[in-house]
């Protein structure tokens, strides 16, 4: 249902997320589509799992630091004390989603666009920042993985690049491309089930990565392309 929430906000709301202009939308718009679009990958991201177990407990273990940073993310988070970084984000996810009739709905919860953005919360704290032995590693693929296959699916209407919450991906891909083949290739396989070229399936997620809005009165309500 989510993807057909998204298609709907855009379509009543195409003004207020782009403005006149196509490039100057009310910012409190966007946070709103930014969180409704979070939803069904974040939830991805957190039941993801390899081998060792769920991702979730294996990478925000070893990256403390930016996950105590995350108690600022909203100003109704709850304090971290008494809670482990994997219970700090299954509380994040519900706050961002409560239950009416076995549907998901968008929380009243704002969050601090920024913060999420900077500590790469929607991608479990990883960022273009964290060192290569953290980041190159098969959770990294399912988590960021969870991410683009949404994206291939829904492109995101403003173009990432534009997203306060999800425009850190464009960094994070680049450094993760520098991981090798393997987790570039463990990528494809969340985009491409049909077994397409690899260099296609590449050229594909990069699209997801830098976007740009096309919008006009010849092809009214078109979703932005991503790049």
């Keep these: ?4 929430r998204l298609g709907q906000f855009y379509a009543q709301c195409q003004t207020d997320l782009l403005g ?44 403390s630091t930016s996950t105590s940073r995350s108690a600022s993310a909203s100003s109704s988070a709850t304090p971290a004390a008494s809670s482990g970084p994997a219970k700090r984000a299954e509380d994040l996810y519900k706050r961002q989603t409560t239950t009416t009739d076995g549907q998901e709905t968008l929380g009243s919860f704002a969050p601090n666009t ?5 500590d790469g919360l929607p991608y479990l704290f990883l960022t273009s920042n964290t060192p290569a032995d953290r980041l190159c590693q098969p959770c990294t693929a399912k988590i960021v993985g969870a991410y683009v296959a949404f994206e291939n699916g829904t492109p995101y209407a403003l173009g990432l690049k534009n997203s306060p919450i999800l425009s850190g ?24 089930p049909n077994n397409q070229s690899s260099s296609g399936a590449l050229a594909r997620v990069e699209r997801s990565s830098v976007a740009f809005t096309m919008a006009g009165a010849v092809v009214a309500g078109l979703v932005a392309f991503l790049m």
């Design 1 to 4: 249902h989510i993807r057909e």
């Design 20 to 63: 006149a202009d196509g490039q100057s939308g009310n910012n409190a718009v966007i946070a709103i589509y930014d969180v409704l679009y979070l939803i069904t990958p974040l939830r991805a991201a957190i039941c993801a799992k390899d081998s060792k177990g769920y991702c979730i407990n294996q990478i925000t273990s070893t990256n």
């Design 114 to 118: 920024t913060t999420y953005n900077t």
């Design 169 to 192: 991906q464009i960094a994070l891909w680049q450094e993760i491309k520098k991981c090798g083949d393997d987790i570039v290739s463990e990528i494809m396989g969340a985009i491409n």
